[in-house]
């Protein structure tokens, strides 16, 4: 039987903008004492009311731009009502109906909507005790869905990566998963032909590229197999455990959330006139596709271009004198990143001592460990100093035979 | 009596020197002694010898230098207590200023202390409250009204020259027009809502309660005007009010949309006489403004009083009234999915053609006449046992709310021994007209000038 895999992605993004989404607190709250960066809008204290910073939706309008989206020209924010106690006001200040930007389209893939709203707080549980930052609270989010239209991890890999760098080239998010400004939410289901599965499971907190690859992977297995042995999987929401590359389960939703959305009524709709929507768009860099075909234009080969424009030090060196010898010179820098002045055959000489002093490391080399190698390069380093990693790695190989 | 004067007639006794703020001040702090065990206006006072000092420091920069107020308990106030009247915010100490309060401050008003109402907004009679409920000075066996029924009590039973009220459906017209002063509902975004403790934010309204139509004017021209900490303030331009109340009332044209009784029938002989023509209008949708009331301004409020759980501030949720439960769980019901279409977005679509409504009606007519209230105050315990009665005691004052347009209430008589009121609506940021309409009435009646014998 083939099954068929029914992937699509939430991607929340938080913006750089200078101060939060509905206040004037500082946004970046990356390494800041606990709730230094807080006011009465944030804290969600009595009285208090939202502005919505200008800067922020017109970052948001730029990335669905640069998605391909259509832009509404009449938007607002809506109340997501929902108790947390991250969540200072008891509900998020979000778009329900209206999103700023609709149907959009990525390598192929569709993108559902754009939307702006808040961060929340974060809980900090120590011991018995659970305590609250709030410097996270009302930080400028985009949240970017994705139709459920993923064939595979490999499909949603490039896609995730491609989305990081058209948000990098916008310059509105430093786009970091390890940091938390790029946070994934992966939804998985498999069917066994063209219909839709009746059940879905839901992937939260991953924080690479790689592991949301793993996890996918590991979820489109683990489901498979139940589906093979007559079982549903159950609708569920999961996360991944980095150690073992296996999810496992985190909360069975019993039943879907009423958030009771009507529209904010501290803040007024907006209305956008298509010169200004024009405006925006004519502001936005060249994106890493654009790019990329570009250089293809210039005579590069799809592989250098695809490096050279995901780099953007790189792109402009390039781009001042467009050659072959270039993008060559540009690409041997690259993969010999540490510029080395050392010979190679005083290399070879430092590794064959190496490996023969060595000989328990060799083995579990021999027999699979091959991330055993850094050891051998961690000793000839001690002897060398700064080398050329891809060459020593190359020369290891070839006497080791391996 | 100080206190009986106009605030430009005040002003310019201090500035001979023959009047000072702290005679002023000491004239209101006396009759809040003798006076509030009887009332209930206060749920917060200030300290006296705070109170003095700066009494004494006052320096003579806008006419309400050195004028006393008093603030619904609604707003919040740096470092004193704000409670909205319940108990789950009975030891908050806010960290900032509502705006209102800071225009007020810098203008040099001396804010003597914060007023008793109905929790959160949530009554029309200031019985809904964890302070006990607020007494009429013309009859203490009556309510002083609602919400802002401290507010109210404390202008007319004189223990502060002005008060800042809150007006969500009602709030500051309602207790206006029972105890006999003047108030105004602004349009929507005309004064700041930062600071407002909100009931339901897209109804909820910051305005002025003083004796008299020109104190209003004067109030409003400092306090009006677009905020960067709300999003929905207009940035229509404040006009100088105070200086623009002369008005031949030929050209006015007068609508009425209800059949009026005594006391309105008697002010429009006045304002006839004054050269206004009077005429019908109809506002077909009068009917469903207070079932659209009830579902938007429950709605909104359930959704802004889910940050009173007593987490980081204040008590928890087991602390709100009765009342101010039985509007949440309304609101809760009405947003809820299944119900959504139904209730809330009906009551939006209603709300459409409520401005509608008044859009067709201001263009035969510039103004509407309408009583205040369908009955004179109530007595004590009457509306708060009844809820429905006290839901239909709002009829006439929710659709300037659900329109977003201005009212001016004020006192046009006694029925039963205690005042009523009628209101003045206009259109959107017709405040100047409103309060030339008002001031000239004023100055050919006596109403305003009554005062309880307590």
């Not at chain 2, 939006?348 to 053609?353: L, S």
Request: proline letters at 5%; charged letters at 25%; a negative charge.
């Amino acid at each position: 039987m083939s099954w068929q895999t029914v992937l699509g992605f939430e991607i929340h993004i938080e913006l750089s903008t200078n101060s939060k989404m509905f206040c004037g607190c500082p946004a970046n709250h990356f390494n800041t004492p606990p709730n230094s960066q807080v006011c009465p809008v944030c804290l969600g204290l009595p009285g208090a009311l939202p502005v919505p910073n200008a800067k922020a939706i017109e970052w948001c309008i730029k990335l669905g731009l640069a998605l391909g989206c259509k832009i509404n020209l009449q938007s607002k924010f809506d109340r997501k009502n929902y108790f947390y106690p991250d969540l200072p006001k008891g509900y998020q200040i979000s778009q329900y109906d209206q999103p700023l930007c609709v149907e959009g389209n990525l390598l192929g893939h569709k993108i559902r909507r754009v939307h702006m709203e808040e961060d929340t707080g974060k809980l900090l549980h120590q011991g018995s005790e659970t305590l609250i930052d709030f410097n996270r609270s009302g930080v400028p989010l985009v949240e970017v869905v994705t139709e459920a239209d993923f064939n595979d991890s490999n499909d949603s890999d490039n896609f995730l990566k491609e989305l990081q760098q058209i948000i990098r080239a916008l310059g509105i998010s430093s786009c970091d998963m390890e940091k938390g400004s790029m946070r994934l939410e992966a939804n998985i289901s498999v069917s066994p032909d063209e219909s839709f599965p009746n059940y879905k499971v839901e992937i939260k907190n991953v924080n690479s590229f790689r592991f949301v690859k793993k996890a996918v992977d590991f979820e489109v297995s683990r489901q498979i197999k139940l589906l093979e042995t007559g079982q549903t999987p159950i609708q569920e929401t999961r996360g991944f455990k980095e150690t073992t590359g296996e999810t496992f389960s985190q909360r069975v939703k019993e039943e879907a959330h009423d958030y009771r959305y009507f529209p904010e009524p501290d803040i007024p709709p907006f209305e956008f006139t298509q010169a200004q929507i024009e405006k925006w768009r004519s502001e936005l860099p060249i994106l890493p596709s654009q790019k990329r075909l570009q250089l293809v234009e210039l005579g590069l080969s799809e592989n250098y271009a695809r490096i050279i424009s995901a780099d953007p030090e790189m792109y402009d060196v390039f781009m001042k004198n467009p050659t072959k010898q270039t993008a060559d010179l540009l690409i041997n820098k690259r993969e010999a990143r540490v510029v080395s002045n050392i010979p190679e055959e005083k290399i070879r000489e430092v590794v064959s001592k190496v490996i023969s002093a060595n000989i328990a490391i060799v083995e579990s080399i021999k027999a699979g460990k091959t991330q055993a190698i850094g050891a051998l390069i961690g000793q000839i380093k001690k002897e060398l100093g700064d080398i050329d990693i891809p060459l020593t790695q190359k020369i290891i190989s070839e006497i080791m035979k391996l | 009596m100080n206190l009986d004067l106009s605030i430009s007639e005040l002003a310019k006794k201090y500035r001979s020197g023959v009047v000072t703020p702290e005679d002023v001040l000491n004239e209101c702090l006396e009759n809040i002694e003798k006076n509030n065990p009887k009332l209930n206006i206060f749920i917060t006072l200030r300290d006296r010898q705070e109170l003095l000092a700066e009494a004494r420091n006052v320096k003579f920069e806008t006419l309400l230098s050195g004028i006393p107020y008093v603030l619904k308990d609604a707003y919040v106030t740096k470092d004193i207590r704000t409670t909205s009247a319940s108990n789950v915010l009975n030891n908050y100490i806010p960290d900032y200023d509502a705006t209102v309060v800071k225009k007020l401050r810098d203008a040099g008003a001396i804010l003597i202390g914060k007023t008793n109402m109905d929790a959160w907004g949530h009554g029309g009679s200031s019985e809904n409250t964890d302070f006990g409920p607020v007494k009429n000075p013309w009859d203490v066996s009556r309510v002083a009204g609602g919400s802002s029924g401290g507010a109210a009590v404390a202008v007319s039973a004189r223990m502060a020259m002005f008060a800042i009220g809150e007006d969500t459906g009602g709030s500051i017209r309602n207790p206006a027009g029972w105890c006999g002063i003047s108030g105004l509902k602004v349009t929507y975004g005309r004064v700041s809502r930062y600071g407002a403790i909100a009931y339901a934010s897209s109804l909820d309204s910051v305005g002025p309660m003083a004796k008299n139509v020109e104190d209003l004017s004067l109030i409003l021209e400092l306090i009006a005007g677009q905020d960067k900490l709300d999003a929905t303030s207009s940035p229509t331009e404040v006009p100088v009010y105070s200086k623009n109340l002369n008005l031949d009332l030929k050209n006015i044209k007068i609508g009425i949309p209800l059949e009026p009784d005594q006391a309105i029938k008697d002010a429009l002989v006045k304002l006839k006489e004054l050269g206004a023509e009077i005429m019908e209008v109809s506002l077909p949708m009068l009917k469903y403004a207070v079932p659209t009331y009830y579902l938007l301004a429950p709605s909104e409020t359930s959704s802004n009083l889910g940050r009173y759980d007593g987490i980081r501030f204040g008590q928890d949720r087991s602390n709100f009234t009765q009342e101010s439960m039985r509007r949440i769980i309304i609101g809760t019901y009405a947003l809820s999915a299944g119900y959504y279409d139904a209730y809330y977005k009906k009551a939006q679509q209603a709300r459409t053609k409520i401005i509608e409504d008044y859009n067709t009606a201001f263009e035969k007519c510039d103004v509407i006449v309408m009583p205040v209230a369908p009955t004179v105050a109530t007595k004590l315990g009457e509306l708060i046992s009844d809820p429905v009665k006290n839901m239909l005691a709002d009829l006439y004052m929710v659709t300037t709310n659900i329109a977003g347009i201005p009212s001016l209430a004020i006192p046009c008589g006694f029925e039963e021994g205690v005042p009523v009121g009628f209101q003045i609506q206009g259109p959107m940021f017709s405040e100047e007209l409103l309060f030339k309409i008002g001031h000239q009435y004023q100055q050919v009646t006596d109403w305003h000038k009554a005062k309880p014998n307590i």
